[in-house]
């Protein structure tokens, strides 16, 4: 079992739709958890990240965590064609414990339809 | 702001010969420094920590003597491919974490290196 579990997609839907995506992991001393996009050829960017359980919103973005269940969310609201991206979840322990890296979900393809 | 480039943004090389990838903070100091690989339709996968001032960190199955790291400075991390072969064809991507005032999640990633080995 893969330490992040995410759908490849693609995960296509109508603009102003409400977007879905989801993360899974097994690996129960992640603390930190952290949504980024990726254009194709670029850089991922920082969307948005949460610690430990709980929701976060920022604009139409909306971070979910479920340490229980080991399960991650990213909602996006009134979804735009120029959020056509690849969606990362990366997540990672606290710090000090030597394993700073981030620990990557394989990225969800999303096509918002104009 | 948390600004990272990378250079060359794009290189193709010839199999056997070494390349030096290039990554810096412009507008803040980093401590660390990660670099990741990705491959196409592929996650991104860590290769090794950099910390300013000390040997680098290689993740399990990373070849340390292949992939050389140096950060010498707060600002510069470089990651030299050597003696490439076709299959090091990949995205390198880095990413670098402040030095100060930081909270522990916040990397910032520069734009990536494609590097084609024919």
């Known amino acids: 079992q893969k330490e992040v579990e995410q759908d490849p997609g693609p995960l296509s839907v109508p603009e102003g739709a409400i977007v879905s995506l989801n993360c899974t992991y097994s690996?129960?001393?992640?603390?930190?958890f952290m949504w980024y996009r990726q254009y194709s050829r670029k850089g991922p960017e920082l969307l948005m990240y949460?610690?430990?359980?709980g929701n976060k919103e920022d604009g139409r973005f909306t971070a979910q965590v479920d340490k229980s269940s080991k399960y991650i969310s990213l909602f996006i609201r009134d979804s735009q064609p120029s959020d056509s991206a690849t969606y990362l979840c990366?997540?990672?322990?606290?710090?000090?414990?030597?394993?700073?890296?981030?620990?990557f979900g394989k990225g969800t393809h999303l096509i918002i339809q104009p | 702001g948390a600004v990272v480039s990378q250079h060359p943004s794009r290189v193709i090389c010839k199999s056997g010969t070494s390349v030096k990838i290039e990554c810096r903070s412009l507008?803040?100091?980093?401590?660390?420094m990660f670099w990741y690989r990705q491959f196409p339709k592929k996650s991104l996968m860590l290769m090794a920590t950099?910390?300013?001032?000390?040997?680098?960190?290689?993740e399990q199955g990373v070849e340390k003597d292949k992939f050389l790291i140096n950060h010498a400075s707060l600002t510069l991390s470089t990651l030299t491919v050597t003696s490439a072969h076709p299959e090091d064809s990949s995205f390198y991507i880095c990413?670098?974490?402040?030095?100060?005032?930081?909270?522990?999640?916040?990397?910032?990633f520069g734009p990536g290196t494609r590097l084609t080995v024919t």
């Open positions: 990413s670098a974490r402040k030095a100060s005032g930081t909270s522990s999640y916040e990397q910032y």
């Open positions: 690996n129960s001393a992640f603390q930190y």
């Open positions: 949460t610690y430990s359980s």
């Open positions: 990366a997540m990672r322990p606290p710090p000090g414990g030597g394993a700073d890296g981030l620990t």
């Open positions: 507008d803040f100091q980093a401590t660390t």
């Open positions: 950099s910390n300013e001032g000390s040997k680098a960190t290689y």
